[in-house]
Structure formats: C-alpha cells, structure tokens
C-alpha cells in the first residue's frame, strides 16, 4: 500500500498564542527579509526603519511595543504575515531540533503548536520527511 505523504500539520499547528512574539528583541532581518518587508508595508526604507525597525549598528530588528514585537496584536496576531522575516516563518521548525533531544525537549515547551504525543523519534521521522519535499519550510 502507497504511504501517505507527511503533512505539517503531522508534527504542528499553530496555536495562535502568540508567544514567539513576545519578549525584549527579536529575531534580525536580513537584506532579502528587509527588501520584502518594505514591498508588502508599501512604504520607503526609510519610513519603515524609521517606525518599525530597531537598527543596532548592522543588526536590524523589529521594534518592542509593550514587551512585544511591534506587528503583534492580540486580536489578529502578525499583521506583517507575508512579510515577516524568514526565521519567523521557520519558527518553532528549527534544524536543529533534529540534532539534539534537548533541543526538540526546549522549543517543544515554548511552542504549544508542537504535536506534543510525539517522541523525538517521530519528530524527526515527520520533520525530515516533510524537509525532503520542501527545503526551506515555511509554516
Ligand atoms: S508558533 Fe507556537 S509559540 Fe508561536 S503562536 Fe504558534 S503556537 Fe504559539
Ligand atoms: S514579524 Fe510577525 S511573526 Fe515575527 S515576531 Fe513580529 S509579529 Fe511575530
């Protein structure tokens, strides 16, 4: 019999807590996620570094409102969606994850998205099952 392909939602769904965007920083922006930003805010560089970025000598990252990231709100969640940075997209799905149980053990805790009946071993079946058909997985 066929096997069924792996589905993202096997190993997660979003729970909509909010949590991964709460806290003093925030994950950085690189060039190609500074470039998407400025296309889906539809505003000049220099407008969206001016009221949403928090830029520390090379380092450029979301500003802080209220302990936490300035395009969270409690009602609708991220209001930049498309265009958030790539490692907001790859959260919690994190490489490393796969090379270490602790790993898997921390961000499992701080992720309540994480399908939590699964050992690590079934994680990691799941996981790179689903990396295979998409390389940089987005969720
Ligand atoms: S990714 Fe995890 S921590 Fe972030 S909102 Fe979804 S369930 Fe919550
Ligand atoms: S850009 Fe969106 S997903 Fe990333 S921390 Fe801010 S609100 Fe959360």
């Known amino acids: 019999m066929k096997k069924t392909p792996a589905k993202l939602s096997d190993i997660f769904t979003c729970a909509r807590c909010g949590s991964c965007c709460q806290g003093e920083t925030t994950v950085s922006l690189d060039k190609d996620d500074q470039e998407r930003m400025i296309a889906e805010l539809g505003l000049t560089r220099q407008e969206v570094k001016e009221k949403y970025w928090r830029v520390t000598g090379k380092v450029v990252q979301m500003k802080i409102v209220d302990h936490h990231c300035i395009f969270y709100t409690k009602d609708t969640g991220c209001t930049v969606h498309e265009g958030r940075p790539w490692r907001c997209g790859q959260w919690p799905l994190h490489p490393s ?3 270490d149980e602790n790993n898997f053990r921390t961000i499992r805790e701080s992720c309540l998205g994480i399908n939590q009946a699964l050992t690590w071993e079934e ?8 990396l295979e058909q998409e390389k940089k997985l987005l969720c």
């Open 97 to 99: 994850m796969l090379a």
């Open 123 to 130: 994680f990691c079946h799941i996981f790179k099952e689903l």
